[in-house]
C-alpha cells in the first residue's frame, strides 16, 4: 500500500531564505506527483504536476524535483517570503488506482519570518 | 472565474438528520471527487465520478452517498450523520487523464454533534 511522507511537519525559516521540501513515497508504480499549497480556512492550490517521465517542473521561484526509483520528491522554494507561509503537501496518483485517488502525505506547515 | 464552489463553508447539525453538501464545478470537468481531512490522517478520498452517471468509492466511502446527474455538480450526501464525520470536506474536479492537476473548493467543515 503506498505510503507518503513528509518530513518536517513544520518548517520556520527567515525570509529570503532558500529552503526545501520533502516528500518521499513507498512505491514508484506511479503516473505523477503534485505539490499543493494550503492556506488556512482555504481549499488546496496546485502548485506543481511532475509527471512519473520527468525529473522536474519550475514555476516561478518554486522548481519541484523527482527521483523515482528512490521514492522522493523535493520543493525548492527560492527566496522565501511571509506570503509563502502555508502548509504545502506532496500527493501521487498509482497505477491501477482511480484517476483522481491522490494519496496524500500530511504536509509540511512552512512559516517564513518577515 | 475557473473554480469548485462548495455549499455551505460552514454547517452544524445533529446525529442523524440528513444532509447535503453541494459541489458546483464552471470548468467544465469530467472528473469530480469528494475528500475528508482529518488531523493526523491527512486527506482521503470518499467518492469520485468519471463523467455523468459514472461514481465509484473511494477509500472511505461508508455512510456517504454521491450522485453526478450532470456534468457541473456533484454533490455529498450523508442520510445519517454521525460525530465521527466530523470533519473539512473538499470538493475536488478535473479534466479526463491521469496527468491533469485536480482543482480543488474552500471546504465545508462540518460538525456533528
Known amino acids: 500500500k503506498q505510503e507518503v511522507t513528509q518530513i518536517p511537519a513544520a518548517l520556520s525559516v527567515p525570509e529570503g531564505e532558500n529552503l526545501v521540501l520533502n516528500c518521499s513515497f513507498t512505491d514508484s508504480a506511479i503516473y505523477n506527483l503534485q505539490w499543493f499549497r494550503q492556506d488556512p480556512g482555504k481549499g488546496l492550490t496546485s502548485l506543481l504536476l511532475?509527471?512519473?517521465?520527468?525529473r522536474e517542473q519550475t514555476s516561478g521561484r518554486l522548481n519541484a524535483s523527482l527521483d523515482k526509483s528512490s521514492g522522493r520528491s523535493t520543493l525548492y522554494i527560492a527566496a522565501s517570503q511571509p506570503g509563502d507561509s502555508a502548509t504545502y503537501l506532496c500527493a501521487v496518483r498509482n497505477y491501477g488506482g482511480s484517476q483522481g485517488n491522490l494519496i496524500f502525505g500530511k504536509g509540511t506547515k512552512l512559516s517564513v519570518k518577515p | 472565474e475557473a473554480q469548485v464552489t462548495q455549499n455551505p463553508r460552514y454547517l452544524i447539525t445533529v446525529t442523524g438528520k440528513k444532509l447535503t453538501v453541494t459541489c458546483s464545478q464552471n470548468m467544465n470537468h469530467e472528473y469530480m471527487s469528494w475528500y475528508r481531512q482529518d488531523p493526523g490522517l491527512g486527506l482521503r478520498q470518499i467518492y469520485y465520478s468519471m463523467n455523468v452517471e459514472v461514481t465509484d468509492k473511494g477509500d472511505v466511502p461508508e455512510g456517504y452517498k454521491v450522485s453526478r446527474k450532470e456534468k457541473r455538480n456533484f454533490p455529498l450526501i450523508l442520510e445519517s450523520p454521525s460525530p465521527n464525520q466530523t470533519s473539512l470536506y473538499f470538493c475536488?474536479?478535473?479534466?479526463?487523464?491521469?496527468?491533469?492537476?485536480?482543482?480543488f473548493g474552500n471546504g465545508t467543515r462540518l460538525t456533528v454533534t
Open positions: 475536488a474536479s478535473s479534466i479526463q487523464g491521469v496527468n491533469s492537476p485536480l482543482h
Open positions: 511532475i509527471q512519473s517521465s520527468q
